[in-house]
């Protein structure tokens, strides 16, 4: 008899004990989920508020137009010159100076450049697009009897702050401008900003 009731007890006492533990061990690991939970949580807040800042940060540049057109008024000779389109028709977003010659892209993104230049009779000249070392474009123009022009358009992504340029290159090197009729060009535009 007292074998029976302290064998009950005992067994009960052990199935209790364990279930107890079962439980606080259940616990522990819920609190655990929660805390990892609330972590995971407070980190994807944090990553969707710079999120959001970017894109507003973004958003204010992309209600800025940027575009410039700008023609060269005097005839240049000699060779691996800079061109300076010194008559500046258009200047969004103030990105072309025309004292340097160089556009400096605002923002990261796609832009498209045109550049139209020309060379006198019996004379030619190739001039080349240059974002900081790289090289955009080459074009050609020249006629043995006439004066020609030719013209390119070129697209290249750019960053914020690039030097992009018209450069002379090799021997041919008689860039005409032809006064009254806007010749050279080089214009430019940010069709798509990242
Ligand atoms: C612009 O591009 C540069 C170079 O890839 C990068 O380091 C920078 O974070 C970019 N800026 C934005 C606003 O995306």
Redesign the pocket.
């Known amino acids: 008899m007292t074998l029976k009731f302290c064998l009950f007890f005992c067994l009960s006492f052990v199935l209790v004990n364990s279930l107890q533990s079962a439980e606080n061990v259940n616990n522990e690991k819920r609190i655990l989920m929660d805390d990892n939970n609330y972590y995971t949580l407070l980190a994807k807040l944090d990553a969707l508020e710079k999120k959001v800042a ?1 894109l507003e ?2 958003n204010a540049h992309s209600h800025d137009s940027v575009a410039f057109s700008a023609e060269l008024t005097t005839t240049i000779t000699g060779s691996g010159h800079h061109i300076y389109f010194d008559n500046v028709k258009l200047n969004l977003g103030n990105a072309y100076n025309p004292h340097h010659g160089t556009f400096v892209p605002p ?2 993104g796609t832009y498209l450049f045109s550049l139209t230049l020309c060379s006198n009779g019996g004379h030619a000249v190739v001039l080349q697009l240059n974002a900081n070392n790289d090289i955009l474009g080459r074009m050609l123009a020249g006629d043995d009897s006439y004066s020609e022009c030719s013209s390119k358009v070129l697209i290249a992504h750019l ?2 702050g690039d030097d992009v340029y018209v450069q002379q290159y090799g021997s041919h090197d008689y860039l005409y401008a032809v006064a009254g009729y806007g010749y050279p060009l080089f214009t430019g535009v940010l069709i798509h900003a ?1």
């Open positions: 970017t940060t973004q923002i990261n960053h914020a990242d």
